[in-house]
Structure formats: structure tokens, C-alpha cells
């Protein structure tokens, strides 16, 4: 069902189908002659024809809109392939469409094999666990249109005028849109309302999550009325948000230093010992192997945070890496 946010604003909800998610929210900005949109969805028959039908709800032509994409997660993209039109520009971060080229390339999946080794994960095989757009290089080299946008770019939709603000934590390069006049924040999944964005380390470079506490701390001065997340309603609570975001990310680090005190351990052996809400089990054992893929890159994540602030040390056992109390 299409809402309208404010004047020429829409959320569209787009399906999700098998997803605990349940639907990721387009946005349409209705413009003169040229429209908006922010995050189509996934590359699905449902997802294209909620756009389809949401779109001509509001007399929006997708060929005659342009995209902006928060980041490249697959729930998020993929379905601006069938919407484009001759002209059509996409915004997005270059390290975004730099994830794209490495998904495509195959460098992400060889990258996700050395994660299982050096995180201690069980011998498990991978191409049964990773959806194949993950496992299988593509041969075929898109040339998307890309336009590359950066922190404080702005763009202009009829009426109205966004920022970009570069966020990245949840993704390299995820980038939200604030319009100071009307207070509007699309978050993408930097900001959630009941859920908390994931922020996995699935490569040993970078450090996501100071990144994203990085830029927590940066958007929380903004004049901000509504909050247009990636998934789920709404809101309005921002600093609140923002407050309790941090909180949680406090208290996994906490959790973790505890796990740590009787010793030296891998990165799957903390995953495994602490409690996850997003493990969709009884036990951590009866978990889905994917589910615990993701968890070991959160629990990286946050022993990476932890390292950088001084609390833990590593050293490397064979091939995998072990963290310590410092
Ligand atoms: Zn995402």
C-alpha cells in the first residue's frame, strides 16, 4: 500500500519474499518531467510488480525517474535493473558499486572463504549455505549508469533539495539523504526502528563498526523530523534511536570482553557462546549454518572495535586468529 510521507514523498513497500524482514520500503520523490527513487528492491517478479503498481499509484514513470541507492544489499538493488530507463542515472557511493564488481567478480566469495578459515568457522561448504548470485561469478560485466555521489552532494527533485550523508558501517559505502527544509531522513538500513542494523566484518580490513559508531555520532546533530528506514515503518524518534543503537553496540562489547576472560578464543568459538536475538534457533548449534556465518562477522565486528580501542589483542594460532584480553 502506498503512503504519502509529505508533498511529492512516497514509501512504497516492496516484498520480501522468505524473509523475516518481511518487505523492504521503496520511496518515490515525485518531480517535474523526472522522479526519484530511492531502493527499488529485490530482482523478483512480486518486488517489480508492487513497484509497478505502487508507481502508477502515484504517476511516477520508472523509466522516466533516477535511482538512489543506499547501499547494494541484495534487498535493496538488484530490481533497479528492470526499472531503468534510457537516461536514467544511479546514485550511489563508488565503494557500493565496488562490492557489485567483487560480487561479481568472484573477490567476495573467495574473500568469504578465507573469513571461514581464519574465524575458526566448522568445515562447512560454503556454496550450500551462500545464495549462488554470492557463489557464482557472473561473466557478463554490466555497465550500469552509475553516478558517484559523496558525503554533502546534493540532489535536486522537483521541489526537493537532499543531502547525501555518508554513513558507512552497515556496508562501505552506505550513503542516507536528509532534506533539511521538510526534516526528512532516509536511513536505509543505517537507522531501523525495532531492529538493529547488522554490521559484520567479513574481510580483515577496515572497521565497520567504528565506522558506524563513527557515523551515528555524525548524523545525530541533524534537524530531523521522520525517519524513512530501509525496512519496517517510520519513525520519528531519532536521537533516541541513535541513543539506544549504542547502547546495544555498548553492551555486545561487554558481553564479549566477558566471554573472553577465562582465555584466549577464536572468533566462531565467542559467537557461539553469546546470545543472539537474530539466531532464529532454540540452540546455537541447531541454527542455520547461514545465520551463524552472519553472527560470526558481527562478533568480528565488534572484537575488531574492541581491538582498535585497546581492550583485546590477537595473535594468530595456525591460521586462525585468536583475541585476548589485553
Ligand atoms: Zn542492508
Known sequence: MVEEIAHDVYRIPVPLP????????????????????VDPGMDLDPC????????????????????????????????????????SVIYIDRREAEVLERLRSGAMFANLREFARFTGFPDTDLTEILPPEVTRRSPVERVWPFRFVKDADQLTV???????????????????????????????????????????????????????????DRI????VRVVLP??????????????????????????IMSELKDGGKGIYEVASR??????????????PDLQKLM????????????EASGAVRREMRDDRIIFSLA
Not at 553472527?295 to 574492541?306: D, N, P, Q, S, V
Request: hydrophobic residues 35%; aromatic residues 8%; charged residues 25%.
Open 295 to 306: 553472527a560470526t562477522g558481527e562478533t568480528f565486528a565488534h572484537l575488531k572495535y574492541l
Open 158 to 216: 522537483g521541489d526537493h533539495r537532499f543531502r547525501c550523508v555518508s554513513t558507512p558501517g552497515h556496508s562501505l559505502g552506505h550513503t542516507c539523504l536528509h532534506e533539511p527544509s521538510s526534516r526528512l531522513f532516509f536511513a536505509g538500513d543505517h537507522l531501523l526502528s525495532d531492529i538493529t542494523p547488522g554490521i559484520q566484518a567479513r574481510r580483515d580490513m577496515g572497521n565497520p563498526l567504528v565506522d558506524y559508531l563513527e557515523a551515528l
Open 48 to 87: 517489480l510488480q508492487a513497484m509497478d503498481e505502487g508507481l502508477r499509484r502515484i504517476g511516477v514513470d520508472a523509466a522516466k525517474s533516477d535511482f538512489f541507492i543506499t547501499h547494494s544489499h541484495p534487498d535493496h538493488f538488484p530490481l533497479v535493473a528492470r526499472l531503468i530507463g534510457e537516461g
Open 274 to 287: 553469546i546470545t543472539w536475538s537474530v539466531v532464529d534457533a532454540d540452540s546455537w548449534d541447531s541454527a
Open 220 to 223: 545525530y546533530p541533524l534537524d
Open 18 to 37: 522468505d524473509s523475516i524482514l518481511g518487505s523492504v520500503n521503496a520511496y518515490a520523490i515525485k518531480g517535474r518531467g523526472r522522479h526519484l527513487i
Open 230 to 255: 530501509g525496512h519496517r515503518d517510520p519513525f520519528t524518534r531519532f536521537r533516541e534511536r541513535i541513543d539506544e543503537l549504542k547502547e546495544h553496540h555498548r553492551e555486545r562489547a561487554a558481553e
